[in-house]
DNA sequence: GGGCAAATAT
DNA sequence: AATATTTGCC
């Protein structure tokens, strides 16, 4: 693996300034770039639409990144073979040994990259896909991948926000950020898809409202017929709203935005997180997981009452949600001989967690997901053993 | 420059 | 097949 940084003063041509000179830097000691990559296994990304794919580095992948004043910030993967050479070159002078795994019976092999053909038939020339195809003496190369790190993203985002969603133009979020290695056309792409997310965002948030509303208009209308909705054909069926809409909206919303609740089926732990999140959680900040964890506390009430907390991730900061329930005051000899539900939070029995369940399931207020589809019994009782909460006796009559 | 859409890469 | 990023063009 080698770490590259631009060169200070690089020509001012913004297409090849950036990846047009660069300098290897000794190979980094603290191996935090190493860190941040082979996270795509220890999470599994949510089978959402809207999560970023997976991070994932090809082994045969020379990692370059940028130091500087965009430290740590970003990487760009170095497809170009001047990046490609110049790297080898200065590794073998630092006796830095060469991205392991690198296909050493072709070291000029430049993974589908393209070339650019001088084209008799026009001025532009054209383009023409070419894998495994060595770039030696073409003039054309495609600029290095930019790849946008959950902290540069941060970055793009808070300047998003400090000029305001309407003004904010690619050359002034680039002013704000302050990294010279992107160019405006990087931050332009990133503003484009940014909008692009934002917008299916919105548009799934308006969706799930706009359910909402009526499911509630609808409920009030059989309740109380005076408070009915004139304007709702009270026969009308409504269809339960799109699961999607319930489904954790992930990183692209803007923040600012007010994102619906995250549901959680407790007792499961955090959803697995969107790959822009690994970083932080590898870094044990949670914080992305806990702000967006407000509101609906799930987790079913005989539990809660019996001192149950959600459980948490080790080394993970429980939401405020979630703090431990303080012990139910002690019952009557009476009650407790009539409590079917009694719990113990040190012998939960079987029953009691299939009480919690149906409790919950019996609970309208409750989100939607939650009560069309409780976690299983058998989920539960896995998970409750794998807390090491206590352990479950079978289910008695 | 900004923004959109096609082209590419993975 | 889908998504991220680059490039071309208006």
Redesign the pocket.
């Given at each position: 693996m080698l770490a590259v940084e631009p060169l200070r003063g690089s020509n001012g041509d913004e297409?090849e300034g950036a990846m047009g000179s660069l300098a290897v830097v000794d190979d980094f000691v603290d191996g935090s770039l190493f860190e941040d990559i082979s996270f795509s296994d220890l999470f599994v990304g949510m089978d959402d639409?809207?999560?970023?794919?997976d991070l994932?580095l090809?082994p045969a992948?020379i990692l370059v990144e940028f130091s500087g004043a965009a430290e740590g910030l970003f990487r760009?993967?170095g497809?170009t073979q001047d990046v490609v050479e110049e790297a080898e070159e200065r590794n073998a002078s630092h006796g830095v040994a060469v991205a392991s795994g690198m296909a050493e019976e072709d070291p000029i092999l430049v993974?589908?990259?393209?070339v650019?053909s001088a084209s008799p038939e026009g001025d532009?020339?054209?383009?023409?896909?070419?894998?495994a195809v060595s770039m030696k003496g073409s003039q054309?190369?495609?600029?290095?991948?930019?790849?946008?790190t959950p902290e540069l993203h941060r970055r793009f985002v808070q300047a998003v926000e400090q000029l305001g969603i309407d003004k904010?133009?690619?050359?002034?979020i680039l002013e704000l950020m302050g990294i010279d290695c992107l160019t405006?056309?990087?931050?332009?792409?990133?503003?484009?898809?940014y909008?692009s997310?934002r917008k299916s965002l919105l548009t799934r948030q308006a969706e799930a409202a706009s359910w909402s509303q009526r499911r509630q208009m609808y409920a009030a209308g059989t309740g109380a017929k005076r408070g009915a909705n004139p304007w709702l054909a009270p026969t009308v069926v409504l269809p339960p709203p799109p699961a999607q809409a319930f489904r954790p909206l992930h990183v692209w919303g803007h923040p600012a935005a007010a994102e619906p609740p995250l549901v959680h089926m407790w007792p499961f732990p955090p959803p697995p997180d969107p790959p822009y999140w690994h970083h932080h959680f590898q870094r044990g900040s949670r914080e992305g997981w806990v702000a967006m964890t407000q509101g609906t506390p799930c987790l079913p009430q005989p539990m809660a009452a019996a001192g149950f907390a959600a459980p948490h991730l080790a080394g993970i900061v429980p939401h405020p949600m979630y703090r431990p329930v303080p012990p139910p005051p002690p019952m009557s000899k009476q009650q407790e001989s009539t409590s079917q539900l009694q719990l113990d939070a040190a012998h939960p029995t079987k029953e009691c967690i299939d009480a919690a369940i149906g409790d919950v399931l019996a609970k309208p207020w409750l989100p939607l997901p939650l009560r069309l589809k409780p976690p299983s019994l058998d989920s539960v009782l896995a998970e409750l053993q794998k807390q090491g909460v206590s352990k479950v006796p079978p289910a008695s009559g």
């Open positions: 297409r639409g809207d999560v970023l794919p994932e090809d992948e760009v993967d497809a993974t589908a990259t393209e650019w532009r020339g054209r383009k023409s896909s070419a894998a054309g190369k495609r600029k290095a991948k930019v790849e946008w904010a133009v690619p050359s002034r405006r056309h990087n931050i332009a792409s990133h503003l484009q898809k909008r997310h």
